[in-house]
């Protein structure tokens, strides 16, 4: 039996704002396991729920924005799907939503 991989996302700080926003609501215990690390937050976990709950939080920033969204933030979010890709298979759910379906045991 392999045991999943301690994947860290960073989120970069264009997305502080957002991402502590989200926290302070606590929709998902991912939310939770953010901590400060210089320049970023930090998740760490061997969840796919967590992994796919940041994937879909940036995916449905990137398709469906509240407000106008700078390129920095656009690069931001786009950063953070980035690297939950180097984690875990992340699979599309309609138009703007996603799903991690598998741990890629390899990191690239």
């Not at 045991?3 to 939310?31: E, F, K, M, N, R």
Request: proline share 8%; aromatic share 6%; glycine share 6%.
């Amino acid at each position: 039996m392999t045991l999943p991989p301690q994947a860290t996302i960073a989120i970069p700080p264009a997305l502080h704002g957002a991402a502590l926003a989200v926290q302070a609501d606590a929709p998902h215990p991912a939310w939770e396991r953010l901590a400060k690390k210089g320049r970023y937050l930090l998740l760490q976990t061997t969840s796919l729920a967590d992994v796919t709950e940041v994937a879909d939080w940036a995916t449905v920033n990137l398709n469906e924005p509240d407000g106008p969204m700078g390129r920095a933030e656009r690069a931001a979010f786009n950063s953070v799907l980035e690297r939950v890709g180097r984690w875990a298979h992340i699979e599309p759910l309609g138009d703007c939503h996603c799903l991690a379906t598998a741990w890629k045991h390899k990191q690239s």
